[in-house]
């Protein structure tokens, strides 16, 4: 897994973000956009640390692309997202195509992680 410094444009990169403030507020801690190959963070809140092991968790959520298929044909429906509790907050993944973004946030409710999932993914179609 390969960081980048421009994997994505600047205009997508401040939509992506300003997405995520406007739906998540003060509680956002990061948002980092992936391809199967590479990743960029574009936002980390001031008052974290930039230690995290991105790539071993853009690694794990490379997985998303492959939900996209496997679970095509359901009953439960397509895939739209995921959403992952941990000690400390929350994360959500969003995949479309072969590009995705994950977003870690202090507190989410059910609503809120619908309409960040939502607003990731129309963000997130080809330009």
Known sequence: ???????????????????????????????????????????????????????GFVEHETDGFHARTAYKGSELGNYQYTVRAFDEGYMTRVTVADSGVFVTTDGLTLRRSEELASALAELLQPE
Not at 10 to 29: F, K, N
Not at 42 to 49: A, I, K, M, P, W
Request: glycine share 2%; charged share 30%; proline share 2%.
């Open 1 to 55: 897994m390969e960081l980048e410094s421009h994997l994505v444009s600047d205009s997508r990169s401040e939509s992506l973000v300003r997405a995520c403030r406007t739906t998540v507020g003060d509680d956002l801690r990061s948002v980092t956009y992936f391809t199967p190959d590479q990743y960029e963070q574009l936002y980390l809140r001031s008052d974290l640390e930039a230690d995290a092991d991105l790539a």
